[in-house]
């Protein structure tokens, strides 16, 4: 009689994965076993699995089948963080998932001496990188973090590839660093495999914290990094998908999600070369207005009936749009950026050499003059974007490097930065209130 009464008290478990606390997630519920829907699937949840199953701290909630599909009923759960065991979370069946959306979890237990985690973030593949150290969680300083490094932790968790980091992107740790300097090469499968040096780095603070969103979507062989072939990482590898009515609602749902605008092209029949592996999605019908891919009507995932020469591209209008204002044309001027539907400007604060160069390159324009352009091109208006940018030089777009959260800084639009990419040194002396003289000398 125990016995039935336990199985009758929505009794969890974590199958597929490596060991007892890591899998998909599957409850007793009603009578049979069934698995739990990903929608509004989070660490809250996940939190209560690891209590109720004694595996310590929740490390990740995995959507989209990770562990594979399950079997029998589907249902919602909705925890707060606090119960003792799943069977106190809220539940409903959830007739609007597939087994393809089954919710996973990893736990501690499956970790060894090494790990990365993301915390703070909005689910398990966003938020501030911590990577276990001699039993204790350590952040990682922004100068010792690279874009290679990114795509390991993502690939890592499971997470597919790097949409963006930067320092403080989301929150400030509180614990200490670990003060490596990380040298990924990107074929890595764990950061730990990564070779790495000590830091030259000095003192680390809690406004250097890397913080990282990863994405189950990436875009392969195109100009940029809003251009080319449409890969999904599902099942712990990535695919590609079908042109077959891939169209530009489709696209767009993908271009928003990568923060790059709007589809401008669809091309198919593999205009970016051919991909390898399985062609994870096929005959997508999306409105236009969700919030990824996932989220669109398709075929299951594994197509049989299309090949790699109709692998589905896609050109975004790249939503990090770049433009100079109120100079000589369009290689000279104030420096605007578009983002969240708005122009805006970028205040001067720590502006180099670097930071030009990568404007001017994305510009297509000649690199900028050997010195810092001392134009004033006039205060702008609206948003200061961006501050504290810092490039390396050799970035292909300004969204590349690192700076501050959008929107944050300390500025007044007298800071406002200008740029010269047109090989030759403007000066304007300012005669009088009415009268300036312009003069132009070759670089």
């Known amino acids: 009689l125990f016995f039935l009464f336990f199985l009758?008290?929505?009794?969890?478990?974590?199958?597929?994965?490596r060991g007892p606390c890591e899998g998909r997630v599957e409850v007793f519920h009603s009578g049979a076993w069934g698995t739990v829907c990903d929608d509004n699937w989070d660490m809250q949840d996940v939190a209560v699995v690891c209590r109720e199953l004694g595996c310590g701290e929740a490390l990740s909630a995995l959507p989209w089948a990770h562990f594979g599909q399950g079997t029998g009923r589907i249902w919602h759960y909705h925890?707060?963080?606090?119960e003792s065991t799943f069977s106190e979370c809220r539940s409903t069946q959830a007739d609007d998932c597939g087994h393809h959306e089954d919710a996973s979890a990893v736990m501690p237990g499956t970790l060894g001496s090494t790990g990365a985690r993301l915390v703070g973030g909005s689910s398990s593949c966003s938020g501030r990188l911590e990577v276990l150290r001699d039993n204790s969680w350590k952040s990682i300083c922004d100068v010792n973090f690279n874009q290679k490094a990114a795509e390991?932790?993502?690939?890592e968790l499971d997470c597919g590839a790097p949409k963006e980091y930067r320092a403080e992107m989301l929150g400030q740790g509180r614990g200490s660093f670990w003060e490596k300097k990380i040298l990924c090469r990107g074929n890595e499968k764990k950061i730990f495999d990564c070779p790495f040096t000590e830091s030259a780095a000095g003192h680390c603070t809690e406004r250097n914290n890397v913080g990282l969103v990863c994405v189950p979507y990436r875009l392969v062989n195109g100009s940029n990094s809003c251009s080319g072939r449409v890969e999904l990482y599902y099942g712990k590898q990535w695919g590609t998908v079908c042109d077959r009515y891939w169209d530009l609602q489709d696209a767009n749902v993908l271009c928003n999600h990568l923060g790059c605008g709007y589809a401008i092209e669809v091309p198919g029949q593999a205009r970016f070369g051919k991909g390898s592996g399985e062609i994870w999605r096929d005959n997508l019908q999306c409105e236009g207005d969700e919030a990824d891919l996932t989220k669109c009507p398709a075929l299951d995932y594994g197509s049989e009936e299309?090949?790699?020469?109709?692998?589905?591209?896609?050109?975004c209008s790249d939503q990090f749009a770049l433009r100079l204002t109120n100079g000589t044309g369009v290689c000279d001027g104030r420096l605007e950026i578009f983002y969240n539907g708005s122009w805006g400007t970028v205040c001067d604060d720590s502006w180099d050499l670097p930071d030009a160069n990568v404007v001017c390159?994305?510009?297509?324009?000649?690199?900028?003059?050997?010195a810092i352009t001392p134009v004033s091109y006039?205060?702008?208006?609206?948003h200061i974007w961006l501050d504290d940018v810092h490039c390396q030089g050799n970035e292909s777009s300004l969204r590349d490097c690192r700076h501050q959260t959008w929107g944050q800084h300390n500025c007044r639009h007298k800071e406002d930065v200008g740029v010269n990419?047109?090989?030759?040194?403007?000066?304007?002396?300012?005669?009088?209130q009415c009268i300036s003289l312009l003069k132009v000398q070759k670089k």
């Open 378 to 382: 006039g205060p702008g208006s609206g």
């Open 421 to 432: 990419c047109t090989g030759k040194l403007i000066i304007i002396y300012n005669i009088s």
């Open 152 to 155: 390991v932790v993502c690939q």
């Open 306 to 315: 299309c090949t790699h020469w109709h692998d589905a591209g896609v050109i």
């Open 8 to 17: 009758g008290s929505n009794m969890a478990r974590l199958v597929k994965g």
């Open 79 to 82: 925890c707060h963080g606090l």
């Open 361 to 370: 390159r994305q510009l297509q324009c000649e690199m900028p003059v050997n």
